[in-house]
């Protein structure tokens, strides 16, 4: 339903940098891409880690926290997760062109017999039959919905150690991780259509006098799939008692297998006095390839504590992605034309927050907040239609606790609200995306000499709808995510 063409030359658009889909079909940019990594205890504390210190997992969050490590650590992690999309697309008649809604919502099944009949010439065919349709669904539901994707895998997540030694006679700790991370996109659109009769935001439709109007309907799908490995290497120095400083820079490498698709299921003519026909028509597009991406991240922190009261901070500083894509594109059986490129996102600067507070001994109880103007990002080559394509800001909210009932076990729980970087069509709120929930727990377990286990769950879910004039499509994202680990202090 978008006005976006998939052609030969044209296979770049702009998109969020950390949006894992799009509401609106966009081509392949950036999505999927999340430069981000946790370990397993903060991924149980709802990653509210900027104000925590001496863990090895600080290097994910703020390596300022790294500075009370007083023993050399080393940590390995895995993880297992699933991610699932479905979309509920909802189509409303009204009195213009009212049983249009039938063919799009799927209630009517035209026969290739009747192509290019009007609407009320087949009104009293034996095969003009309308499907009633299901009532009472909770709309983003699993039974509601017209499609669903899912997919899972299990991988190593990181490997991490910790070096405490002196530097110049002040106290200081080396330390360096790999991490592995997958890229997961994929959006499905079945009733793409150019132009779009229900929402002027991509060009008005022409007004019906004396002749019809034509717009094709589509269906369109877009897929991503990858791994992206981090290398992060940091520094933190403990200034006298309550002062941590940290300073580190991730080197990222990901490779992504791309696909995006644009089949054509036919045509509407539209015309005045509410007639409108429809006709089979095939335009198969299919755009495939690779897509490789580079970055180099400077994090930089400060952790300063009190008796029972860590504060924190910790500004990632603006930075560069760059995407290299080889594509070839075919279209409808024909020969395959190759293309390659690159474009850049100039990725503003985030900045985090963090306090960690420990009112008796057995509960302490963490609070970070995160924001990053990615209003202010910057793509190159731009976008033509990048008036389309408003970027929000991303804040986060995220809080942890963690209970230790005994010595050697901790008991771990967290939520993690976080803002969208697209913003849905037809939406009252256009500076902010919509809200995406993370409920987390876990526990870590001490074994004494033979170091540490911990495990973490959480389930993050997200729904949204875009609105039209002639439809609403409910979309449903959920992330389940399980991860193991082990850290052995020397």
Known sequence: MFKYALTVLQIVLMAAICATAQHR??????????????????????????????????????????????????????????????????????????????????LYTPDPKNNGKWDYEIAQDTSYHVTPPVTGLEPFSEEAADWQKKTTATRALNLGIALPLKLAGVQSVLSAAYSSQPILDFDRNDTYLDPHIGYDAYGFVPRVVTDTVRFSWSRFTREREGDMQNLTAAVAVRLGERLNLGAEMNWMQATATDHQSLNRVGYFDIAKDNRFRFSYDTLDTAVEGESKFSAAQFKIGV????????????????????????????????????????????????????????????FRFMLDYEYCNYSQGKMTPEDATAALHHVPDLTELRCGMEFKPFQFLALLAGYRYSSATFVPDGAAIKDIGPAASTLSFGASLSLFDLGRLDIAYEMQRLNYYDSYFSNTNYVHEAFNHILFGYTYTF
């Open 303 to 362: 952790l300063y504590k009190f008796d029972r009261l860590n504060l924190g901070m910790a500004v990632r500083l603006p930075y560069t992605v760059t995407r290299k894509w080889d594509y070839a594109t075919r279209i409808s059986g024909a020969a395959a034309v190759t293309t390659a490129g690159e474009q850049t996102f100039e990725h503003p600067a985030a900045f985090s927050f963090g306090a960690s507070v420990t009112p008796i001994d057995p």
């Open 25 to 106: 079909g966009d081509d392949l940019a950036f999505q999927g891409l999340q430069l981000s990594s946790s370990g397993v205890k903060a991924t149980a504390m709802g990653q509210a880690f900027t104000a925590r210190s001496g863990d090895l997992e600080s290097l994910y969050h703020n390596p300022a926290g790294l500075s009370d490590i007083t023993r050399l650590q080393i940590s390995a992690a895995a993880h297992h997760y699933g991610k699932q999309w479905r979309e509920n697309q909802v189509y409303r008649p009204n009195r213009m062109f009212w049983t249009m809604a039938f063919y799009l919502e799927g």
